[in-house]
């Protein structure tokens, strides 16, 4: 059973920061994509950062320049620095990753439970 399990969300002001963990754990050959999600109350569910596991970055555009991912290959582990936090980036925050099982040879897609972040005026 693999799991994400994500940590790092909380209170802070506009203009804070936080970072965002979220590590894979469990039997599995490798993960290719991992990435972050948010959902904010009455919204759908959109993409915030996602990296391949080249390293490869992609952004919504409301987070560039402010949002920066990264990830440790070796330990199965993404991150989320996230910088000048504005009101609108409040949500729960949800880690994806795109796990390949051992011996198979396409990966499906996880989710984490997700963690708030909320930003106060």
């Known amino acids: 059973q693999v799991q994400l399990v994500e940590s790092g969300g909380g209170l802070v002001q506009a203009g804070g920061s936080l970072r965002l963990s979220c590590a894979a754990s469990?039997?599995?050959?490798?993960?290719?994509?991992m990435g972050w999600y948010r959902q904010a109350p009455g919204k759908q569910r959109e993409l915030v950062a996602a990296?391949?596991?080249?390293?490869?970055?992609r952004y919504a555009d409301s987070v560039k320049g402010r949002f920066t991912i990264s990830r440790d290959n070796a330990k199965n582990t993404v991150y989320l620095q996230m910088n000048s936090l504005k009101e609108e980036d409040t949500a729960v925050y949800y880690c994806?990753?795109?796990?390949?099982?051992?011996?198979?040879?396409?990966?499906?897609?996880?989710w984490g439970r997700g963690t708030q972040v909320t930003v106060s005026s």
């Open positions: 469990g039997r599995f050959f490798s993960v290719n994509d």
């Open positions: 994806n990753a795109n796990v390949v099982p051992i011996g198979v040879a396409l990966g499906y897609g996880r």
């Open positions: 990296m391949s596991r080249d390293g490869d970055a």
